[in-house]
């Protein structure tokens, strides 16, 4: 499920990237000094009270005709309009300002809910007399924060907890699969949507970029329910120069966050590139059951040996995800689109499965008595137990004597292993190491 999105905002300078930074629990944003070191959108995940919820730092904004100011206030503005909740930071030293009171009448017309964060608060105890100064922003009860302290981020939290979108209940289990459809632009992800609900829901054009937004289509049949999501295109930043599609390519990495499965879908005639490498490292990260689907199969010229060829390469390219089945389609006919179905429903199977705490031991003897576990310096690697941790992944966690000796191979190995019983075909696997009275 999609998270609710908290933008930061603000004027530069006021300390949003080292708020969002203590938020986040990381240092992702650049902190300085300079105003105007953020300038594009920067996400990070957070947790709070159980939700969890992505934040957006964004650069300040502030009046001005330079390209890069209006730029970063383009930025702001669709970080703005995404978003569910919005954060605004002012700074208690400078007092409320002229953009202050300009960037408070922007959010108001917005419409959005807004937590007034007044910044640098670092002293303990009662608040200078000048904070209540900001009551005149119009915008509620401010908060005080410190961001270099983290004095009162959990009142801010509180603040931004109390307008989150409340949790959609969750559906039964296999009732409905979502599948998101990925790719570099004109791969055809629009065409194959638009065949498998039977309407036009997306525009088709030949321009790279047409659809900017991802759209939801519900699909019933033999196989199921599905919710097909088409996504924007996601090409090479530097390709990326419309404001816009920045915009689409956040959308489409939420797409992703909330499908079940994703379809990596690949142009035929231009084969595998580095974009598409990139898209499928995505839905790698997030933990997804993935399919590589080749598209335009129908007009690309072959033999009887075109299809086992282009197979093995495929296998080459994507050697970091070994377990992805690849089938050839034709958006365009419907080639090979019951087929598409049946491996959407199997790898979504295969991401979803659980398997015994006794099965898994049975088969972690049977590894360590072939392959011995790892020594170092005389000392060998003892694996206690295994246990299946949860799945949307498939997570197993190994109790050893030593984690620093659990090398990777050995992981790789009892994961073949793993596979070769269960099969787990289209999913990642992800193993977690626990020394012996480690919680």
């Known amino acids: ?12 300078n006021v300390g949003k990237s080292t708020l969002f930074n203590k938020l986040i629990g990381r240092r992702l944003s650049i902190v300085d000094d300079t105003p105007g070191v953020t300038r594009d959108r920067i996400y990070g995940d ?3 009270r159980g939700r969890k919820i992505m934040l957006v730092d964004t650069g300040g904004i502030e009046p001005g005709d330079d390209v890069i100011l209006s730029g970063m206030r383009a930025q702001a503005q669709l970080a703005i309009e995404m978003a569910n909740v919005i954060i605004f930071v002012t700074d208690l030293q400078s007092g409320v300002t ?10 108001q017309k917005s419409g959005k809910p807004v937590v007034l964060c007044v910044n640098k608060c670092d002293s303990i105890g009662e608040v200078p007399p000048e904070f209540y100064e900001f009551y005149n922003l119009g915008l509620g009860d401010p908060i005080a924060v410190s961001s270099v302290h983290g004095h009162g981020t959990g009142d801010l939290l509180d603040a931004v907890f109390e307008h989150l979108p409340e949790e959609p209940e969750q559906e039964e289990e296999g009732e409905t ?53 088409d996504t924007a295109g996601l090409r090479r930043k530097s390709r990326i120069d419309n404001q816009i599609e920045k915009y689409s390519v956040l959308r489409a990495k939420m797409a992703i966050e909330r499908a079940d499965v994703c379809v990596i879908l690949l142009d035929g005639q231009d084969g595998f590139t580095e974009q598409d490498s ?8 997030q933990g997804k059951a993935c399919i590589i ?30 377990y992805a089945p690849i089938v050839f389609i034709s958006a365009k006919t419907g080639q090979r689109l019951d087929r598409l179905f049946e491996l959407i429903r199997y790898v979504h199977s295969q991401n979803t499965m659980r398997i015994s705490t006794g099965m898994l031991n049975d088969i972690l003897a049977d590894a ?7 020594t170092d310096k005389g000392r060998r690697l003892k694996i206690y137990y295994m246990t299946q941790a949860s799945t949307k992944p498939p997570t197993f966690v190994c109790f050893c004597n030593r984690a620093d000796l659990f090398h990777f191979s050995y992981q790789r190995y009892l994961e073949n292993q793993i596979r070769s019983t269960f099969g787990l075909e289209g999913t990642p696997v992800r193993f977690v190491i626990r020394e012996r009275g480690e919680k």
């Open 1 to 12: 499920m999609a998270k609710p999105v908290v933008a930061v905002v603000g004027r530069p």
């Open 46 to 48: 957070a947790e709070w």
């Open 98 to 107: 002229a953009a202050d009171s300009e960037i408070a009448a922007m959010l």
């Open 177 to 229: 699969v979502s599948v998101a459809v990925i790719g570099k632009p004109n791969a055809g992800k629009s065409s194959l949507v638009n065949r498998i609900a039977g309407e036009e829901r997306s525009i088709v054009s030949d321009v790279a970029g047409t659809t900017r937004d991802a759209i939801d289509s519900l699909v019933e049949n033999k196989y199921g329910r599905f919710n097909f999501i």
């Open 278 to 285: 990139k898209v499928a490292g995505l839905a790698l990260e």
């Open 293 to 322: 689907a080749v598209n335009k199969w129908d007009i690309v010229e072959k033999n009887g040996k075109t299809m086992d060829a282009y197979r093995k390469q495929l296998m080459k390219d994507f050697s970091f995800m070994p």
């Open 368 to 374: 360590t008595a072939r392959v011995q576990p790892p």
